[in-house]
């Protein structure tokens, strides 16, 4: 079983040392040369989502909710489709590193771009934490300590990322792509077939709500609406929300050859994710109604889907298609990994010091890499849950972030002291209903909160302030001279 995991980390470990020939300035290592057409472009850009949130937190939604735990998954397609139709040719015309570097260009303002860089390297962290600790369960199943899976796991991603940057990330990310998505289809395919289709595992839930072991009837399995509607809510606002600010998308925009690619690129990374959104809930539930031990699986359902992979195929083959869900993982984690290297590059050293030479840049991408992971690794070990870590992640970031990147972009009226008292205003609700500040009718849908917060701020200091007007090559590409 250990081999096709070994020589699967040690082929992205090859991908990144090769890849390295292509680096030949900062643009090549952070943005991949802005070369990237629609296919690597796409796959880069889904599998940043297709990762421990999608695939094994859509399993363990799916062992819990049934069919409605592909809201997740399917609202980070929604996303980027959204991204495609919105800002996408936009960012790409614009020729930058960074979301704060835009919110620069529209405001004019220092404090604006570093308070929103330093929202957005939370985010990061927090959403890698998620990756590193998915991580540790496809270990974990395996019979390898969760902790150490974790930590091995971390080792990997960053060095082939710290190794090669955007190229090293595209590729291992289109190979990545791939192989955990046909992982997850075969093993959940095959999972259907033995165990008789539908039909067969409506039949099994049966026995086990009848026995006691599940609380919900099989037909609630069946209701994709069966998350409830704040949890559906909460879940699609944060994702297509941070979806359409997050750093690590906008990398990818920025990196491709034109707009036009940037625009077919999120359309086609979106509608990929939208179609295998079900299939992660499918496994989860296949695996509940699978297993000889049910009560194991609901009581550690981010285990879901190694655990159906490991009884369908047996250890041998089983352990490639844990590769394969490895895969998936560690895709979104390596492009995390480099967007909080662009803020600390991009946003601070070079905001700071303009004349740093791109030698020092490299090297000091390394090390910001090496210190994001052990963060994430932090994390990771301290908020048990993968998508549960992921909302509160995007909630930060989102709840200050979003209401003065979008409304700045299409509000005239917007002033620099606006989008700052509205930054501040957005994050500080959403941290209070996060440490339970806000009463649980309110917190449950804390994310809109927190942006409706952000909003009513940044209009009420806005009209009392005098309006910023953006930087002249934004205005024009606005169309607002």
């Given at each position: 079983?250990?081999?096709?995991?070994?020589?699967?980390l040690l082929a992205?470990?090859?991908?990144?040392?090769?890849?390295?020939k292509?680096?030949?300035?900062s643009?090549?290592?952070?943005?991949?040369?802005?070369?990237?057409?629609?296919l690597?472009?796409?796959?880069t850009?889904?599998t940043?989502?297709?990762?421990?949130?999608?695939v094994?937190?859509?399993?363990?939604?799916g062992?819990?909710?049934?069919?409605?735990?592909?809201?997740?998954?399917?609202?980070c397609?929604?996303?980027?489709?959204?991204?495609?139709?919105?800002?996408?040719k936009?960012?790409?015309a614009?020729?930058?590193?960074?979301?704060?570097?835009?919110?620069?260009?529209?405001?004019?303002s220092?404090?604006?771009?570093?308070?929103?860089?330093?929202?957005?390297l939370?985010?990061?962290?927090?959403?890698?934490?998620?990756?590193?600790?998915?991580?540790?369960?496809?270990?974990?199943?395996?019979?390898l300590p969760g902790?150490?899976?974790?930590i091995?796991?971390?080792?990997i991603f960053i060095?082939?990322?710290?190794?090669?940057?955007?190229?090293a990330?595209?590729l291992?990310?289109?190979?990545q792509?791939?192989?955990g998505t046909?992982?997850?289809?075969i093993?959940?395919?095959?999972?259907?077939?033995n165990?008789?289709?539908?039909?067969?595992?409506e039949?099994k839930?049966?026995?086990?709500?009848?026995?006691g072991v599940?609380?919900?009837?099989p037909?609630?399995?069946?209701?994709?609406?069966s998350?409830?509607?704040s949890?559906?809510?909460?879940t699609?606002?944060a994702?297509?929300?941070?979806?359409?600010?997050?750093q690590?998308?906008?990398?990818?925009?920025?990196?491709?050859?034109?707009?036009?690619?940037?625009?077919?690129?999120s359309?086609?990374?979106?509608i990929?994710?939208?179609i295998?959104s079900?299939?992660?809930?499918?496994a989860?539930m296949?695996?509940?109604?699978f297993?000889?031990?049910?009560?194991?699986?609901?009581?550690?359902?981010r285990?879901?889907?190694?655990h159906?992979i490991?009884?369908?195929?047996?250890?041998?083959?089983?352990?490639?298609?844990?590769?394969?869900?490895?895969a998936?993982?560690?895709?979104?984690?390596?492009s995390?990994l480099?967007a909080?290297?662009s803020?600390?590059?991009r946003?601070?050293?070079?905001?700071?010091?303009?004349?740093?030479t791109?030698?020092?840049?490299?090297?000091?991408?390394?090390?910001?890499?090496?210190?994001?992971?052990?963060?994430?690794l932090?994390t990771a070990?301290?908020?048990?849950?993968?998508i549960?870590?992921l909302?509160?992640?995007y909630d930060?970031?989102?709840?200050?972030?979003?209401?003065p990147?979008?409304?700045?972009?299409l509000?005239?009226?917007?002033?620099k002291e606006?989008?700052?008292?509205?930054?501040?205003?957005g994050f500080?609700a959403?941290l209070m209903?996060?440490?339970?500040?806000?009463p649980v009718?309110?917190?449950?849908m804390?994310?809109?909160?927190?942006?409706?917060?952000?909003l009513i701020?940044?209009?009420?200091v806005?009209?009392?302030t005098?309006?910023?007007?953006?930087?002249?090559?934004l205005a024009?590409?606005?169309?607002?001279?």
């Open positions: 079983m250990w081999i096709a995991v070994v020589i699967y992205m470990l090859g991908i990144g040392v090769w890849a390295k292509f680096i030949k300035s643009d090549d290592y952070l943005l991949a040369g802005r070369r990237l057409g629609v690597l472009a796409a796959a850009l889904a940043t989502h297709y990762g421990g949130g999608f094994l937190g859509g399993a363990s939604w062992v819990k909710y049934g069919l409605g735990g592909f809201w997740y998954g399917a609202a397609g929604l996303g980027l489709a959204l991204l495609g139709i919105t800002f996408a936009l960012s790409r614009l020729s930058l590193y960074t979301v704060p570097e835009i919110m620069y260009l529209r405001y004019r220092s404090s604006v771009q570093t308070l929103s860089a330093l929202l957005s939370l985010a990061l962290i927090g959403i890698t934490g998620a990756q590193v600790w998915a991580a540790g369960a496809i270990f974990e199943s395996m019979g902790l150490w899976g974790s091995l796991a971390t080792v060095a082939y990322t710290a190794i090669s940057g955007l190229w990330v595209t291992t990310d289109f190979v792509l791939i192989l046909l992982g997850v289809i093993a959940t395919g095959l999972a259907l077939v165990i008789g289709g539908f039909t067969g595992i039949s839930l049966g026995e086990l709500y009848n026995s599940i609380s919900s009837p037909s609630e399995y069946f209701n994709v609406f998350p409830g509607t949890i559906i809510v909460l699609v606002a994702t297509v929300m941070y979806t359409l600010i997050g690590d998308f906008y990398q990818r925009l920025f990196a491709t050859k034109d707009e036009k690619t940037a625009v077919k690129a359309l086609l990374s979106g990929l994710l939208v295998v079900f299939i992660p809930p499918i989860g296949a695996t509940l109604a297993s000889p031990e049910p009560e194991k699986v609901i009581a550690s359902p285990v879901a889907v190694p159906l490991l009884v369908v195929l047996g250890p041998v083959f089983g352990a490639l298609f844990i590769a394969a869900v490895l998936a993982i560690m895709s979104t984690a390596d995390l480099l909080a290297t803020h600390i590059v946003d601070f050293c070079y905001k700071l010091n303009p004349k740093i791109d030698r020092q840049m490299l090297k000091l991408s390394i090390l910001v890499t090496i210190v994001v992971g052990v963060f994430s932090i070990l301290t908020v048990r849950g993968i549960e870590l909302i509160y992640s930060l970031y989102t709840s200050g972030v979003f209401i990147f979008v409304l700045g972009l509000w005239k009226r917007a002033s606006g989008a700052l008292a509205g930054m501040i205003a500080i959403s209903g996060i440490m339970g500040y806000i009718e309110i917190y449950e804390i994310y809109v909160w927190g942006a409706l917060v952000s701020v940044m209009i009420v806005s009209l009392i005098k309006p910023t007007q953006p930087e002249e090559t024009k590409l606005l169309k607002w001279k």
